[in-house]
C-alpha cells in the first residue's frame, strides 16, 4: 500500500472500478455501425432456436445466442470462417462439425465443448481442400465431406473416411446443393443429380440422376437442395441451374443462371416444376424447410427488378408461391442503416449469400447478403435486421432515414484503415465498402459513411489541419496493398480524391480529383499551407505536395521527385521536425504476378527534390507502415512494416524492423511473418502493439529492448488487425482496426502499462471539478487497480494510469444501469451499463465495466498540507484507520436538503442524533452502523417526487445533473469524515 496520508472532510458519492485483471470479461469490445460485408454460410441449431453461426469471406465466424440482437466473434485461432464454412450441428450441443478456412486452407474440424475449441479431424481426405461438410443431424459420427470433385463419407466421428462419389465433371468439381439425413437413408442433392445411400453410407447410388429422365432437364443441375418428412412421407426440393453454370464453390452471387424450383414426393412419381407465383425478375439460389413440415418451405436469392434480396414462402407444398420479404418502402421487414430509403439502399445487399431455415421452426429463418443479417420468427410475414441494436432500428412499413447514428452488436464485417479523434468524443473511421463512419458519442453509435458525403468506396487515411479543418484521402480501389491488390492492372483504373471537411466530419467536400488512389495524407508541422498526398498508380504514382494548401480547390499540386527503385506504389508520408520527409512505398507485382523490388523506407531532405533509399534489404518488396517513435526527440527512431512475400528468394523477410540512424542501419526485431504496422504506447516507450495479417494482434512490453519479445493477445479474436490508435483523451483507451471484423476497442487500464510503483512518481491528471466547500476522498489502489474518488458535484472516477498518472474520468448516464448489483458489503456503489460485480477480498467488490475516457491537463497535485490542496484527501486502507472510519460524522445539511427537494418523504432520527430517509425501499439494516452511514433513494418508488423539477433538483444536488433520473434504479449516498495526520505526498523517483 502506498504512505500517502491527508486529513480533511469528505461528503458525496462513492465509485468503485474493476481491478484492471478483471475486466477481461469485456476485453476488445466490438464497436461499429454493424454489418457492411458479405455474410456466407448460415446455419440454425436445432437445439437452441435463438443460435445461428454466420461466416464471411474475411474469414470471421460470427455466432448469436439470442437470434441476433448480440453476435459473437470466434475465436480465430479455433475456427475461420469463408465461404461454404457452415458450422454442422449433431444430435448432441456439444458435437459440432466444420470446414475451418484457417490459413486460406478448407480443414474439415470438429468441437467437442460446443464450439469453444475445434480440432481438425484425424483423416482429412482432402487434404485440407474441403469444399463441403454435412453432418447427420441424428448422430455424431456420420460425416460427408466433399474436395474439388470427390465425396467422403465417415461413419466413426472423421477418424476415417471412404470416397462414395466422384464428379462426373472434374472441370466443374462436385458441388453438394444440400443432404437430407434419415437413419440408413442419405439423400445427397449435387450438380451429379440425387446420390442416395440405403445402408446408412456405406454406399451410396446415382440412382435417380438427371439423365434418367425424372422430371428434370439434362442441361440442369441441382444448386441448392432441401428435404422434410411428415406423416411418413418424404419431400423433396431443388433450385436449378443451367448444368455448365454450377461449379464446386459457387455462391449466391451467381444467380443469373436459374432455371426453376422442382419438388418431389419420395417414392410418388417424379420431380415436377413448382414456380408459381415466382416472377420472370426473381432468382431463387438456395432452398430451406425444416425437418419435420413438408409443407412449408422458402426460397431465397435476388429481386432483379429491384436489385435487392428476395425470399419467397409456400404453404402449400409449392402449388403457390409469395413474396415475403417485402423491400418496397421496407413493407415488412424492420430495418438498420440499410433499407429503402436509408443510407445505403437495398442494392448494397443485392442478393442472398446465405440463407437458413431453423430444422425445428419453420417459422424461423435468416437471410443474409453481400452487407446485412435479416431474421424472421412470423413464417416471413415480418422481418428485422439482425445487426444493429434494436434500440436503432427503424419501423417496418415507411422508408428508412438517412444521418441516423446506429450502434453496432457484434455483427461487424468490414475493413477499417485509419481512426481520428476531432476534441473529445467525435470519431472519425476510415472504411472499405461503407467508405467511413462518424460518431459523436465516442465510439459507441455511428452515421455512415454515405450519409457524410464521402465519395468512394474506400477512405483511408485522415488528419487534422492546424485550423481544425479535416482532409481524407479515398479511393475507388479498396484493400490497397493487400495481396489481392497489389498489380497495376487492379490500381491504374482507380480513382481518388481528397476531400475536406470544416464541421468535423459531419459533411465533406471535394479538394482536389488525382483521377488515382489516393491513400495517405500529410500536413507539414512548420508550414500549414504544405500538404502531401500518397498518389497510387503504376506511372502517375508518387508522393504530390500543394504549397498553397489555404486556396483550398484552387490549389496547385505537383509530383515530386520519383525514389529510386519505386514504381508507384507510395503508402506512408512524414514530415519530421527539421522537414525531412520519411515515406514508404509497399508491394507491386508484375502481368506475371512476381514482386517487383519497388518497395522500402525513402528519404528526402530537400523537399523532395530527390530520395535516398534508405531500406533495408528486406524491404524491397512488401513494406507496410513506417513508425516515427515519438519518444525520441531527434526523431531518428523509426519502425517499418514488413509482409512476408512470394515467388523469389528471400521471401521469409516480414516482421518488424527498426533503425536508430533514420535508415542507415536496420535491424529486425520481430520475425512474423506479415506484419501491418506497430504503433508505441503515448507515454510508456517500452510497450507497443503489433498487428498481423493472420496471426492477430501482439504486444511487446520491452519495445526498447536490443531483442524486444512479443506476445499474442489472447483477448483479441480476430486474425488481421490493421492499425492501432490510443484514444488521444484516454490513454488507457485502445482501438483497432481491422481487414474485415470492423473496429475494437480495450480499456486496457494500464494493468500492464504500469511501471512498477516503486519506481513511480506520482501525480495527480484531470480537471477535478471544485465548488464550495465539496471536498474528495480518493484512495489509493495497488497497482493496476482503480481509485476510488468521492466528489458530489461531479461524479467522477479515478484510476492509476500509465507512468504512475491518477487519471480523473467524468461517468455518463449510459454507465448507470443495473446499480443495484454493485452494492457491496461495504456499500461502495458501482456505476456501469449491463456491469456485473466480481468481488476482490471480502471487503473490496470492485465493478467490471467501462471507462468514459480521462479528462485533459495536468494539475500536478503534489500536497503537503490542506491548504496547499483543499480539495483533495487520499488514505490507505490500512489497520490505523480502524478508529478513523468510527469517527465518522453524517451531515444532516445534505439529508436534510433531499428532505426538501424530496417533498416530504419523510427524514427520521437513527437513535444517534443523524438523519436519514426511511420509507424509501428497505433499509439498510445492519449496514448503518455507527462507523459507516448509508443513505439510498429508490427513484422508482411512488413516494419519490413527483415533479421533474424536484428529481432534477434531487439529481442536481447529487452531481448527476446532466443525466436522465429513469437511468437510475436508485442512488447509494454514502456520508463519512475522516480525521488523520497530515503527510506530504510522496514522489517516487522515475525510471532511468
Known amino acids: 500500500m502506498s504512505g500517502i496520508r491527508m486529513r480533511g472532510l469528505s461528503l458525496g458519492l462513492v465509485v468503485a472500478f474493476c481491478t484492471l485483471t478483471m475486466c477481461a470479461a469485456w476485453a476488445w469490445e466490438s464497436r461499429g455501425i454493424g454489418g457492411g460485408g458479405a455474410f456466407y454460410s448460415a446455419t440454425m441449431s436445432p437445439h437452441n432456436t435463438q443460435e445461428i453461426y454466420l461466416a464471411t469471406d474475411m474469414s470471421a465466424l460470427f455466432q448469436t445466442e439470442d437470434f441476433g440482437s448480440a453476435w459473437t466473434t470466434v475465436d480465430f485461432r479455433q475456427y475461420q470462417g469463408g465461404i461454404d464454412s457452415h458450422v454442422r450441428f449433431t444430435s448432441n450441443p456439444s458435437v459440432l462439425y466444420g470446414v475451418n478456412r484457417a490459413n486460406d486452407a478448407g480443414t474439415p474440424s470438429k468441437?467437442?465443448?460446443?464450439?469453444?475449441?475445434?480440432?481438425?479431424?484425424?483423416?482429412?481426405?482432402t487434404y485440407a481442400e474441403a469444399f463441403s461438410l454435412n453432418a447427420d443431424p441424428g448422430s455424431t459420427q456420420r460425416v460427408l465431406v466433399s474436395g474439388w470433385d470427390e465425396l467422403f463419407f465417415s461413419g466413426d466421428g472423421g477418424a476415417s473416411f471412404n470416397s462414395v462419389h466422384t464428379a462426373s465433371n472434374p472441370g466443374a468439381g462436385l458441388h453438394i446443393a444440400g443432404v437430407f439425413?434419415?437413419?440408413?437413408?442419405?439423400?445427397?442433392?449435387?450438380?451429379?443429380?440425387?446420390?442416395?445411400?440405403?445402408?446408412?453410407?456405406?454406399?451410396?447410388?446415382?440412382?435417380?440422376?438427371?439423365?434418367?429422365?425424372?422430371?428434370?432437364?439434362?442441361?440442369?443441375?441441382?444448386?441448392?437442395?432441401?428435404?422434410?418428412?411428415?406423416?411418413?412421407?418424404?419431400?423433396?426440393?431443388?433450385?436449378?441451374?443451367?448444368?455448365?453454370?454450377?461449379?464446386?464453390?459457387?455462391?449466391?452471387?451467381?444467380?443469373?443462371?436459374?432455371?426453376?424450383?422442382?419438388?418431389?414426393?419420395?417414392?410418388i412419381g417424379a420431380w415436377e416444376p413448382v414456380t408459381s407465383g415466382i416472377t420472370a425478375d426473381q432468382y431463387p439460389f438456395f432452398v430451406g424447410m425444416a425437418q419435420d413440415d413438408i409443407d412449408t418451405v422458402y426460397v431465397a436469392g435476388c429481386d432483379a427488378g429491384a436489385s435487392a434480396p428476395m425470399v419467397f414462402r409456400t404453404v402449400n407444398g409449392g402449388q403457390s408461391w409469395t413474396d415475403v420479404f417485402i423491400t418496397l418502402h421496407n413493407g415488412n421487414i424492420v430495418t438498420g442503416w440499410s433499407g429503402d430509403g436509408g443510407d445505403t439502399d437495398w442494392w448494397y445487399g443485392e442478393y442472398a449469400l446465405g440463407f437458413a431455415v431453423s430444422p425445428v421452426d419453420p417459422r424461423r429463418a435468416v437471410i443474409t447478403d453481400l452487407g446485412y443479417a435479416h431474421v424472421t420468427d412470423s413464417a416471413g410475414m415480418t422481418w428485422r435486421q439482425a445487426y444493429v441494436d434494436q434500440d436503432d432500428e427503424n419501423p417496418a412499413g415507411g422508408d428508412t432515414p438517412t444521418g441516423q447514428a446506429y450502434g453496432g452488436i457484434g455483427l461487424e464485417d468490414t475493413s477499417g484503415w485509419w481512426l481520428h479523434w476531432v476534441g473529445r468524443d467525435t470519431l472519425i473511421a476510415a472504411f472499405t465498402d461503407m467508405r467511413g463512419m462518424r460518431s459523436e458519442d465516442g465510439g459507441h453509435q455511428w452515421v455512415a459513411g454515405s450519409a457524410l458525403g464521402l465519395p468512394h468506396n474506400s477512405t483511408y487515411h485522415v488528419v487534422e489541419h492546424p485550423s481544425g479543418a479535416l482532409y481524407a484521402a479515398t479511393s475507388t480501389v479498396h484493400d490497397l496493398y493487400q495481396s489481392t491488390y497489389l498489380r497495376d492492372a487492379q490500381i491504374d483504373g482507380g480513382d481518388g480524391w481528397v476531400i475536406t471537411s470544416t464541421d468535423a466530419g459531419a459533411s465533406w467536400q471535394l479538394l482536389h480529383d488525382f483521377d488515382h488512389p489516393v491513400i495517405w495524407l500529410c500536413v507539414d508541422p512548420d508550414d500549414s499551407e504544405t500538404m502531401y498526398a500518397s498518389v497510387v498508380h503504376s506511372t502517375q504514382g508518387g508522393i504530390y505536395a500543394t504549397h498553397n494548401l489555404g486556396q483550398g480547390a484552387s490549389a496547385t499540386w505537383a509530383r515530386l521527385a520519383v525514389p529510386p527503385r519505386t514504381e508507384g506504389h507510395p503508402l506512408c508520408i512524414h514530415v519530421l521536425e527539421d522537414g525531412t520527409l520519411v515515406a514508404s512505398y509497399s508491394g507491386r507485382r508484375n502481368s506475371s504476378g512476381a514482386f517487383t523490388q519497388s518497395s522500402g523506407v525513402f528519404v528526402s531532405t530537400n523537399s523532395g527534390a530527390s530520395w535516398l533509399d534508405r531500406s533495408d534489404p528486406g524491404l524491397y518488396r512488401w513494406t507496410k507502415d513506417v513508425v516515427i517513435d515519438t519518444h525520441d526527440p531527434a526523431q531518428n527512431t523509426w519502425y517499418a512494416a514488413e509482409f512476408s512475400h512470394w515467388g523469389s528468394y528471400p521471401n521469409e523477410v516480414g516482421g518488424l524492423y527498426r533503425t536508430y540512424n533514420r535508415g542507415t542501419s536496420w535491424t529486425r526485431v520481430s520475425d512474423l511473418y506479415r506484419v501491418e504496422s506497430v504503433t508505441i504506447h503515448p507515454t510508456s516507450p517500452a510497450i507497443a502493439y503489433l498487428s498481423t495479417e493472420t496471426a492477430g494482434l501482439w504486444r511487446s512490453d520491452n519495445l526498447t529492448a536490443t531483442t524486444p519479445t512479443f506476445t499474442q493477445v489472447e483477448g483479441y479474436p480476430f486474425r488481421h488487425p490493421v492499425r492501432m490508435f490510443y484514444n488521444p483523451g484516454d490513454d488507457a483507451e485502445l482501438w483497432a482496426t481491422s481487414f474485415g471484423n470492423g473496429l475494437r476497442v480495450e480499456n486496457t487500464g494500464g494493468s500492464a502499462d504500469v511501471i512498477p510503483r516503486e519506481a513511480l512518481p506520482f501525480h495527480l491528471e484531470g480537471a477535478i471539478p471544485m465548488m464550495g466547500a465539496i471536498d474528495l476522498l480518493m484512495t489509493l489502489a495497488e497497482p493496476g487497480e482503480h481509485v476510488l474518488l468521492q466528489a458530489l458535484d461531479h461524479l467522477v472516477g479515478v484510476r492509476l494510469g500509465p507512468a504512475g498518472h491518477l487519471l480523473v474520468e467524468p461517468l455518463s448516464c449510459d454507465h448507470l444501469e443495473a446499480v443495484r448489483d454493485a452494492v457491496g458489503p461495504r456499500g461502495l456503489l458501482g456505476l456501469a451499463r449491463g456491469a456485473r460485480v466480481d468481488a476482490v477480498g471480502e471487503q473490496r467488490p470492485r465493478l467490471v465495466a467501462p471507462l468514459a475516457g480521462r479528462l485533459q491537463g495536468d494539475v500536478g497535485v503534489h500536497a503537503e498540507s490542506q491548504r496547499a490542496a483543499p480539495a483533495v484527501e487520499a488514505i490507505v486502507e490500512a489497520p490505523e484507520l480502524a478508529a478513523a472510519w468510527r469517527q465518522q460524522q453524517v451531515h444532516a445539511s445534505l439529508v436534510g436538503e433531499l428532505h426538501r427537494l424530496g417533498g416530504g418523504l419523510g427524514a427520521t432520527d437513527d437513535g444517534i442524533g443523524q438523519r436519514h430517509f426511511d420509507g424509501i425501499g428497505r433499509r439498510a439494516g445492519a449496514r448503518y452502523r455507527q462507523e459507516y452511514r448509508q443513505f439510498r433513494l429508490d427513484l422508482a418508488n411512488p413516494r419519490w417526487p413527483s415533479s421533474d423539477k424536484k428529481k432534477a433538483g434531487v439529481l442536481d444536488l447529487l452531481g448527476l445533473s446532466g443525466l436522465d433520473w429513469t437511468c437510475l434504479d436508485f442512488v447509494l449516498v454514502e456520508t463519512r469524515r475522516i480525521e488523520l495526520p497530515t503527510f506530504a505526498l510522496r514522489t517516487r523517483r522515475s525510471p532511468s
Open 111 to 125: 468441437s467437442t465443448d460446443g464450439g469453444a475449441t475445434w480440432v481438425p479431424l484425424a483423416s482429412d481426405p
Open 181 to 267: 439425413w434419415d437413419g440408413d437413408d442419405i439423400f445427397v442433392g449435387s450438380n451429379d443429380g440425387m446420390l442416395v445411400s440405403n445402408d446408412g453410407g456405406l454406399t451410396f447410388n446415382p440412382c435417380i440422376t438427371f439423365s434418367y429422365g425424372m422430371g428434370i432437364p439434362d442441361d440442369e443441375a441441382m444448386v441448392s437442395f432441401a428435404g422434410g418428412k411428415e406423416g411418413g412421407q418424404r419431400r423433396f426440393f431443388a433450385v436449378t441451374m443451367g448444368e455448365d453454370d454450377i461449379w464446386a464453390g459457387i455462391t449466391g452471387s451467381e444467380f443469373w443462371g436459374y432455371r426453376a424450383v422442382y419438388r418431389i414426393d419420395w417414392g
